[in-house]
């Protein structure tokens, strides 16, 4: 091994331990400030063998809302809230992943998730606390999550949330759950976090790493983020919400909730609509969201009906052009300007679930739900060389069955959830050069997948539980490409050539062991290793071949084909939960082969030579007092190639480290609440810049700040996001031809947000 290798590791293995110990020693006077100012350790509720009274949990939900990862306790929710119930039956099943039993004052779990990964919950009421504007930037204050923007941020239309260092494909690495159901389409779109209504979420359980694979398919291989909805089971007969506001850029948006029960009935509607000019030139959003539920609870069968639905018009500026060779600086000549005044993407979205839990006998729950999700898209881009229409239509049906049996196996506590997934996905595009005529190319895709899983989770001792899962899944593809040559083709270059038919099937596999051992009620530690994978998604299937020959320019049929992506992680870590001091931190490494990327300079995608992703991930927050809360994180995230031409080499859109902290200071009895958080991240290359030559994304900081309160049946706040102005941007493409060249997408400067609402 030579020595440039040898210092490389011997470097990396440093950046990990400060990484994991500087945040130790800097919180380890408050720890045991807090451990000794306690009266007593805050026990936890040992877990349940028998059926627990809510059978609607989430796959992965734990027993007990406490000890859930690094869950914040948090002041007192100024705007009260229906219900503090999750959506029943949606994807819910098992009461935990892990029955580690303490008894005769053996310690209790800490954690009640998959037993050896890393976790956080976001609670309602920090939701309704947070100053941030966004679900994604509430998501982002969690150690190693990483966020890129296109378009302004408003309402965080079309923001990506990125775990552990996925750049560009962080959409497609990132699996998003409502209700512990799949919102991740076949397509490279992504889950648009603003089409759920913010007053509508009881929780959001985010697991860091691929051990989700096993419960919930692909996709899941930089973690999983879980929402839970609410659905106003166990509230009042009647109980109303309506707030209204106004913001920056001429924004406007209100909400309204409803909530009804009536013996074991129960409805809920929760709905939202915004307006806004938007920060830049043909930047305006306009958006209307809804979610509705009829509930059916009684101790032995629970049933739900959930509708959603969503409509939102978006225009898409472009991105502001910097190029030293010409003394061109978009960025400071004309910031909020735009590249493609005219270019707009549109989507509507629908869809219905329905299901039940019903238990069997003494620990054991039948599960069964099923549901259809349609969504359609319609964009418009323009330039002087080329136009193009993109109207598409995805459609996807899907069925669930489980079983959750929690028992005792050969005298040791045991939780096991089997089942069987089936998703049918039908996509159909049309790409014409105008809204109207002809489409060039016509696309249609269908694909279906069938999965059988099974998770185990045993007590080995009073102390200590291990899990262990498998899933085998089928996908099988079949993918067809018409092309319709217009006469304009050979001048323009746009129409390309048909792409080869694809009829396809493979079998993937994923797998999942964890360790949890707890010394006392106070310190555990944990560790697991999984493997994931990802399949392709219909649109980088669609440009899965160079378009055009390289030389000569000339056509070139694509075939559709492209491998599947793995990865491999191992992780390990400790918790720390000591009356009103909490901490959670890990280190993990992942390898991945396969991974897909997008080449800019021929229009396809590819393969990568092998990755590599590792770091640190560390959370802590400390309740001072009654009335004042300190939270925080910090995260070294890696992203390598670990071969082929750019080995050693940052993957695109990573920032190495991030960093978060916040405080709730509830100043007078829920009249007046003070909440602050600031947000930082280091430099990032940009993107299509694997050869790491061009200057980087500058590294930033926003911090936000809040003042709210409620009277009675009256709520209102005030928020001032990015205080300091920060002129900021997180995305930006490197020219492939001119070195110094770029395309940067700015985000706002200073903004402010007013709201007032009322309950009924």
Request: aromatic share 10%; proline share 6%.
């Amino acid at each position: 091994m030579s020595s440039t290798t040898l210092v490389a590791k011997r470097r990396r293995h440093l950046l990990l331990a400060s990484s994991f110990l500087a945040p130790i020693m800097a919180l380890g006077i408050s720890g045991a400030q807090a451990q000794q100012t306690a009266a007593a350790a805050d026990q936890l509720p040992v877990i349940e063998v028998n059926p627990p009274g809510d059978q609607n949990r989430t796959r992965a939900k734990p027993a007990s809302d406490q000890g859930s990862g690094t869950r914040r306790v948090v002041a007192p929710n100024p705007r009260p809230s229906s219900n503090r119930n999750p959506a029943p039956g949606t994807g819910s099943n098992v009461a935990s992943q892990g029955d580690g039993q303490g008894g005769g004052g053996a310690p209790v779990r800490q954690f009640a998730g998959i037993v050896g990964s890393s976790a956080t919950v976001i609670t309602a009421e920090e939701i309704a606390h947070s100053p941030a504007q966004t679900l994604q930037e509430i998501i982002a204050q969690t150690p190693g999550v990483q966020l890129t923007s296109l378009f302004g941020g408003v309402n965080g239309a079309k923001t990506s949330v990125d775990l552990r260092g996925f750049g560009a494909f962080a959409t497609s690495n990132t699996l998003v759950l409502i209700n512990g159901r799949r919102l991740n389409d076949i397509d490279m779109a992504g889950v648009d976090f603003s089409t759920i209504p913010r007053d509508s979420i009881e929780r959001i359980e985010i697991t860091r790493g691929n051990s989700g694979a096993v419960l919930y398919g692909d996709n899941a291989v930089g973690g999983v983020i879980n929402i839970v909805l609410k659905n106003g089971v166990g509230g009042p007969p009647v109980a109303i919400r309506g707030e209204a506001g106004v913001g920056s850029f001429n924004q406007r948006m209100a909400s309204v909730s409803a909530a009804t029960n009536f013996g074991p009935w129960s409805t809920s509607f929760y709905g939202n609509a915004i307006k806004s000019d938007g920060y830049r030139v043909n930047n305006a959003l306009e958006q209307r969201n809804g979610v509705g539920n009829l509930n059916y609870s009684t101790p032995g069968l629970t049933a739900f009906v959930t509708v959603t639905g969503d409509d939102q018009k978006l225009g898409l500026p472009g991105g502001r052009l910097v190029d030293p060779s010409i003394g061109l600086n978009e960025l400071v000549t004309n910031r909020r300007g735009a590249a493609t005044p005219l270019d707009y993407g549109n989507q509507q979205g629908a869809s219905a679930t329905a299901g039940f839990t019903k238990t069997l006998w003494n620990g054991v729950d039948l599960i069964i739900d099923g549901g259809v999700r349609d969504k359609k898209q319609q964009g418009a881009f323009f330039s002087p060389f080329a136009n193009s229409y993109v109207d598409s239509h995805l459609q996807t049906w899907s069925l669930t069955p489980r079983l959750s049996v929690k028992n005792v196996m050969f005298g040791l506590p045991s939780s096991i959830l089997t089942g069987i997934d089936y998703y049918d996905a039908t996509f159909h595009q049309e790409r014409p050069e105008f809204k109207g005529t002809p489409p060039i190319h016509t696309y249609d895709l269908s694909q279906r997948t069938i999965a059988g899983y099974w998770q185990q989770t045993l007590g080995l001792l009073p102390t200590t539980d291990f899990s262990y899962g498998a899933r085998i899944q089928n996908t099988s593809l079949s993918a067809r490409d018409r092309l319709n040559d217009p006469p304009n083709c050979a001048l323009f270059f746009t129409c390309g050539a048909q792409n080869l038919p694809l009829d396809s099937s493979e079998v993937q596999h994923a797998l999942h062991v964890g360790l949890e051992h707890r010394f006392n009620n106070i310190v555990s530690v944990f560790g697991r290793a999984a493997r994931a994978f990802r399949t392709p998604n219909v649109d980088e299937r669609l440009s899965s071949g160079p378009s055009f020959d390289p030389v000569f320019f000339t056509p070139i049929p694509g075939t559709f084909q492209l491998k599947t992506q793995t990865s491999h992680d191992i992780e390990g870590g400790f918790r720390i939960k000591s009356g009103g001091f909490q901490m959670q931190s890990s280190i993990y490494n992942m390898d991945l082969e396969n991974e897909i990327h997008f080449n800019p300079a021929l229009f396809f995608n590819t393969n990568l030579d092998p990755t590599r992703r590792y770091g640190s991930e560390t959370s802590a927050s400390l309740r001072v007092s009654d009335s004042v809360l300190l939270r925080g994180g910090v995260a070294y995230t890696r992203a390598v190639f670990r071969e082929g031409q750019f080995a050693g080499n940052d993957v695109p859109l990573v920032s190495r480290y991030t960093a978060s902290g916040g405080v709730t200071w509830n100043i007078w009895q829920n009249y007046l609440v003070a909440d602050a958080t600031v947000r930082g991240w280091s430099e990032r290359y940009m993107d299509n810049d694997q050869k790491n030559t061009q200057r980087r994304i500058p590294a930033d900081a926003t911090i936000d700040f809040k003042l709210s309160g409620a009277y009675q049946h009256f709520f209102w706040s005030v928020s001032v996001n990015n205080v300091l102005n920060a002129l900021y941007y997180d995305y930006a493409i490197a020219s492939t031809f001119t070195d110094g060249r770029f395309s940067a997408y700015p985000l706002p400067g200073r903004t402010y947000m007013v709201k007032a609402g009322a309950t009924f």
